[in-house]
């Protein structure tokens, strides 16, 4: 049965032992017992399916993977300690030394600095382009390129590309088009079935859901996950079984939370926008938003992060950041608490000032990751640190 979102996020994955416990079990255990040592041997040697040791596989982390990989519209997935590990293993399970990498400029900071200060050891050239130029991908294409990495939208400023226009250019190259949906989840936007050949996820944010763990996940065809799943299990960035199961349970309830995380992040935009000390609002569902049409038409919802800049540089943007009451200062985005960032010298910190100049994060920018308090609240809180 073609089932729809939410019964998948709730239903796919789900069996239970002969205990039978309603909600999953956690298999917390790092390797299985055999009958007997002919069983050891056809399971090592891959003769007999079943489960040899958890850096390879384990029935938690497995059922996390089957409903993420149902939720993204794909045929399989990998999970990761964490999502920078999904991004480093999918780079390192698929490139070699002299391929080369067309990524945005506008990405997650350390997906940034892993490319420019790990990746570019190997041997791999890296050339970035602005997220939204199509024709900066197109003629960055070269014939050693093997790789376009982006997210989209992108954090903090909301830049979008159009995945389905992209994915014409990448695939008449034979160029793997990776998109990170971290901001969005598979909620919001199915890269997949836009075109994208993989989907990476830093699972720490929205699929949790509640600031608890971290965790990564690499989606796609089976063939590439395969070999991304080679790579994670000889190097070890897997995903513990505790870690899976918290990762399981907040897939459950995504698509409601990201509903509301994305109906109070509007109200707070529009609140914003409206305040007369605030230079300009950086959120996806408002109408002055410059690619406003692509984002209705590519994405089903506006997700829960919005920027503002302030007038005044980063003296004020501390300012208004210190005398926050409600609002968590921390850098984590996705939770169920508002946090509110400074991402010129926290998230953003590491790239060097042309790089920042680059990425338009500027001094007077704050970012907010609306949570799921009463939205009055947050306005409230905010409020009375701009007056
Ligand atoms: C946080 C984040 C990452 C890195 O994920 P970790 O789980 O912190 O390793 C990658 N991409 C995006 C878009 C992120 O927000």
Redesign the pocket.
């Known amino acids: 049965m073609n089932t729809k979102f939410n019964t998948k996020a709730i239903r796919t994955g789900y069996r239970t032992t002969t205990e039978q416990e309603h909600s999953e079990a956690i298999f917390l255990t790092s390797s299985f017992v055999f009958d007997s040592a002919e069983q050891a041997a056809n399971c090592f040697s891959k003769n007999e399916p079943g489960n040899v040791y958890s850096r390879f596989t384990n029935p938690t982390v497995d059922a996390f993977e089957k409903k993420l990989a149902a939720l993204e519209g794909a045929q399989a997935c990998v999970a990761t300690s ?4 999904a ?1 480093f293993a999918t780079i390192m399970a698929l490139l070699k030394s002299g391929d080369h990498i067309v990524a945005s400029r506008n990405m ?1 900071g ?2 940034i600095v892993l490319l420019n200060t790990i990746i570019t050891k190997f041997n791999i050239d890296i050339n970035f382009v602005d997220l939204s130029d199509l024709s900066a991908w197109e003629d960055s294409v070269k014939n050693n390129t093997k790789l376009f990495l982006l ?1 989209t939208p992108s ?1 903090p400023l909301g830049e979008v590309v159009d995945i389905a226009m992209l994915s014409k250019i990448s695939k008449a190259n034979h160029i793997l088009l990776t998109v ?1 949906n ?2 969005l989840s598979p909620a919001l936007q199915n890269p997949i079935a836009l075109g994208a050949d993989i989907v990476i996820h ?1 699972a ?2 929205y699929i949790d859901g509640q600031g608890r763990c ?3 996940a690499v989606v796609g065809n089976v063939n590439i996950i395969e070999q991304v799943r080679g790579f994670v299990r000889t190097t070890g960035p897997s995903l513990s079984a505790f870690n899976a199961w918290i990762m399981l349970k907040g897939l459950d309830t995504l698509s409601l939370r990201m509903r509301a995380h994305s109906d109070n992040a509007l109200k707070l935009a529009f609140w914003l926008e409206a305040q007369d000390q605030i230079e300009k609002v950086y959120y996806l569902g408002l109408p002055s938003h410059h690619d406003y049409n692509l984002v209705k038409s590519q994405q089903s919802g506006f997700g829960g992060i919005v920027s503002f800049e302030i007038k005044g540089g980063k003296k004020s943007a501390f300012k208004i950041i210190n005398a926050t009451n409600i609002l968590s200062i921390t850098a984590n ?1 996705g939770d169920t608490k508002s946090t509110i960032t400074h991402p010129a010298t926290t998230t953003h910190g590491r790239l060097t000032d042309e790089e920042r100049l680059d990425a338009h994060i500027t001094d007077g920018l704050i970012r907010i990751s609306v949570g799921l308090e009463d939205i009055k609240d947050i306005i409230t809180d905010i409020k009375q640190t701009v007056v």
């Not at 964490?82 to 590990?85: E, L």
Request: without cysteine; hydrophobic residues 40%; proline residues 0%.
């Open positions: 964490s999502g920078m590990a991004i997650f350390t997906s997210e954090n990170d971290t901001i830093s720490t944010k971290l965790a990564g985005l």
